[in-house]
Nanobody, 126 residues
Framework: QVQLVESGGGLVQAGGSLRLSCVASGRTFSSYVMGWFRQAPGKEPEFVAGISWSGGTTRYADSVKGRFTISRDNAKNTVYLQMNSLKPEDTAVYYC???????????????????WGQGTQVTVSS
């Protein structure tokens, strides 16, 4: 079992920055692909970013490329999402997820991730 706990959400003005953190329990964290998803009110959850076990492969949604950066520290069992140049349309609940079936291939398919955190709210005001 893996438990994921997100933090770092909050209210920020457009153009501002936030860094989300996700701490994982369990000794096999470093073996998993990790991802961030988000869900805005009335919308389906969407993939934001993912990272392979070593951090050598990353993948981003087109809507966040060049603004968001995903990284991980396996020694701390933590994955991060640095969010810069935030826009009101980035407002959503952000979820951390683990894909225990993969180490290197980063998928954007929500159903492939089998462990999820409780989410953290990000609100960007205009």
């Amino acid at each position: 079992q893996v438990q994921l706990v997100e933090s770092g959400g909050g209210l920020v003005q457009a153009g501002g920055s936030l860094r989300l953190s996700c701490v994982a329990s369990g000794r096999t964290f470093s073996s998993y692909v990790m991802g961030w998803f988000r869900q805005a009110p009335g919308k389906e959850p969407e993939f934001v970013a993912g990272i392979s076990w070593s951090g050598g492969t990353t993948r981003y949604a087109d809507s966040v490329k060049g603004r968001f950066t995903i990284s991980r520290d396996n020694a701390k069992n933590t994955v991060y999402l640095q969010m810069n140049s935030l826009k009101p349309e980035d407002t959503a609940v952000y979820y951390c997820a683990a894909d225990s079936g993969r180490k290197m291939v980063v998928t954007d398919q929500r159903e492939q991730y089998d462990y999820w955190g409780q989410g953290t709210q990000v609100t960007v005001s205009s």
